[in-house]
């Protein structure tokens, strides 16, 4: 390999390790979800979400109505761990994409 040759192979290692470092930075930079209020969880107002459609709309509505500073959406095939958490709203959808109920838990 002739130096030329090596010099633009050391240049191109440089410059996608370079796109790459500055890719990363920039995702560990951005800063989280904002939760107004305490983030803690409340359901009690939250018994219309039964029986309507899991949509962008009504996931932000809960999420708004209900406090929590987590809204995990847990499909028919989840497997959930039993812990609980006073800033999380799980909302559980059938395979119909329809909440078949929302708990603080």
Do not use: K, Y
């Amino acid at each position: 390999m002739t130096v030329s040759a090596w010099l633009a192979v050391t240049a191109r290692t440089v410059l996608v390790a370079g796109i790459g470092c500055a890719m990363l930075s920039g995702c560990a930079s951005s800063p989280g979800p904002q939760v107004s209020g305490s983030g803690r969880c409340d359901d009690s107002s939250l018994d219309w979400a039964v029986d309507q459609p899991a949509n962008e709309e009504n996931m932000r509505r809960i999420a708004r109505e209900s406090g929590a500073g987590l809204i995990n959406p847990i499909g028919p095939a989840t497997n959930l761990r039993r812990d609980h958490r006073v800033d999380r709203l799980r909302v559980f959808i059938d395979a119909g994409n329809v909440i078949q109920a929302v708990r603080c838990e």
